[in-house]
């Protein structure tokens, strides 16, 4: 059972900062790209960052000049470093990870989300 476990948000005032972890348990064999989502309410989730086996990384437009995403391999963890936060940053905030319990079998999995909330 393969298990994604997001940590770190909370409250934060508008230009503060956040670091949001998120640690994959179970049955892993691999774990491939990373990223983080997340959902304002009324708006579609979307792409906020993402992160390959091998460390190359995206992130959305509107937030490229302010959040780091990063991996620790060793520990089975993504982390999202988010500065400057502006009110619009207000989600929950999921984790999502393509991770093989077997060799050649994978599969996606999500974590159960975090709330973002920014204050003005």
């Known amino acids: 059972q393969v298990q994604l476990v997001e940590s770190g948000g909370g409250l934060v005032q508008a230009g503060g900062s956040l670091r949001l972890s998120c640690a994959a348990s179970?049955?892993?064999?691999?774990?491939?790209?990373m990223g983080w989502y997340r959902q304002a309410p009324g708006k579609e989730r979307e792409l906020v960052a993402r992160i390959t086996s091998d460390g190359s990384t995206n992130c959305a437009d509107s937030v490229k000049d302010r959040f780091t995403i990063s991996r620790d391999n060793a520990k089975n963890t993504v982390y999202l470093q988010m500065n400057s936060l502006k009110p619009e940053d207000t989600a929950v905030y999921y984790c999502n990870a393509r991770i093989s319990a077997l060799p050649g079998w994978s599969s996606v999995y999500w974590g159960q989300g975090t709330q973002v909330t920014v204050s003005s």
């Open positions: 179970g049955r892993i064999f691999s774990i491939n790209n």
